[in-house]
């Protein structure tokens, strides 16, 4: 048997206990799951579920849904946006996002009774929308408010 010289064992040595050094049992053990975060709520209003947001003159809308801000416009194509959540500060959120025809979009809503003076529904939230170099006023209501048939 060939001796081992004695400044090779030591370095062997030294590996061996830095590469052990760098395991840590708890990395092998599975993580738990972050709990969801819970959706923002504004003025009554689940901003995690389908909101819409409407004006007048001219006749405009946004669906803000969990995945998107879908922009229509009567003398305007449709631009669709990802939607990447709301910044909510007090009574304000804004969506902030950029549509498919490159144009940015921002969606204000605002915890204030809105009235969109052609009808006499009352929305929960003001909503302001800019988008390329329009600034739009309306309100905001949840989708489902919007499409259920109102009591006879």
């Known amino acids: 048997m060939r001796p081992i010289p004695l400044a090779l064992a030591a370095s062997a040595a030294v590996a061996g206990l830095s590469l052990a050094g760098c395991y840590d049992r708890d990395d092998a053990k599975p993580k738990t799951a972050p709990e969801p975060q819970a959706a923002a709520v504004l003025g009554g209003v689940d901003l995690g579920k389908p909101v819409r947001a ?81 600034t739009l006023t309306g309100c905001a209501a949840p989708a489902a408010m919007l499409t259920a048939q109102p009591a006879p």
């Open 54 to 134: 409407l004006g007048t003159e001219p006749f405009w809308g946004v669906e803000i849904t969990p995945d998107a801000l879908i922009y229509t416009r009567v003398d305007q194509p449709t631009q669709r946006a990802p939607n990447h959540g709301a910044t909510v500060q007090g009574t304000v959120a804004t969506f902030a996002s950029s549509t498919d025809l490159n144009k940015a979009m921002n969606v204000t809503l605002i915890a204030t009774e809105c009235s969109d003076g052609m009808s006499d529904r009352t929305y929960p939230l003001t909503a302001r929308v800019e988008i390329g170099d329009d």
